[in-house]
């Protein structure tokens, strides 16, 4: 279980994405804390972030993402539908996990094959209605900033 940042430059390679987190504002996404989970798809990795208001994560049209309260910010959670692809680790910093809560920690490290298979079937979920070309339809999906990486998914 890895924990990190984003660094800016991924954002400013990057000035076309769509529905992303924090759009235009690179000193919030740089400091938005990230998951890394990985998914063996095409050997992809992806970076879900930690969002302070999540909950609730099952809404009537499926899972969003995964619960990781504190007790400071008992609404917190991954956020699957804003997740990243990113293969290449310079834009990567890893954290000190003791800047975060430990109960936050402590959820992760407990949490952390369940989030992969959440994270797997959204993911999945995500390429069957790509392919069908409904991301539009779907209002698990719409919101999703996987679109960016429809290329590499379908591919």
């Given amino acids: 279980m890895d924990l990190c940042l984003i660094d800016k430059k991924y ?4 000035p076309n994405f769509i529905k992303m987190l924090d759009p235009y504002n690179l000193n919030k996404q740089s400091n938005r804390m990230h998951l890394r989970v990985r998914i063996v798809y095409q050997n992809h990795t992806f970076y879900v972030p930690l969002r302070r208001n999540l909950k609730p994560a099952m809404r009537p049209y499926g899972k969003i993402g995964h619960e990781i309260p504190s007790s400071t910010r008992p609404n917190a959670g991954l956020d699957y539908r804003y997740a990243l ?5 310079s834009y990567i ?3 000190d996990i003791n800047n975060v809560s430990t109960m936050q920690v402590n959820k992760l490290k407990d949490d952390y094959l369940v989030i992969e298979k959440e994270f797997a079937q959204y993911l999945n979920g995500f390429i069957r209605v790509a392919k069908r070309n409904d991301i539009e339809k779907s209002p698990l999906y ?12 379908l591919s």
């Fill in 11 to 14: 954002f400013i390679d990057h």
């Fill in 85 to 89: 692809l990113i293969d290449d680790d």
């Fill in 93 to 95: 910093h890893p954290i």
């Fill in 142 to 153: 719409r919101e999703s900033s996987l679109v960016n990486f429809i290329d590499i998914l």
